[in-house]
């Protein structure tokens, strides 16, 4: 009986520990490519910031231009879509990104 106990326990703790180290792993994660970008004062929704699964997402229901024009709406006209990849709408926001380009 006691070694099913021992068993179950370090089972248990080997579980936990697993937990544990994957939550502070994702923690970091996420601590990482949120905060540690230059794109983190671009405004966007949470999980955008963190994994490109949410513009796949929003793009399978192939309403993906309504989606942007959302985005802006909310957020303005520089929208963070990605980790690292922003969506921009209007020409005042190019010229602030890329500067001024000299004529031909």
Known sequence: MNAAKESFASDFSSAA???????????????????????????????????????????????????????????GPIVRIAPNEVLVSSPQSFKTIYGEIPPT
């Open 17 to 75: 520990l697993f937990t544990a180290i994957s939550i502070a792993i994702a923690s970091i994660y996420i601590l990482y490519v949120r905060e540690g970008t230059p794109l983190r004062s671009i405004p966007g929704p949470f999980l955008a910031s963190i994994t490109r699964i949410w513009i796949f997402q929003q793009q399978r229901g192939f309403q993906r231009q309504q989606v942007d024009i959302d985005l802006h709406q909310k957020y």
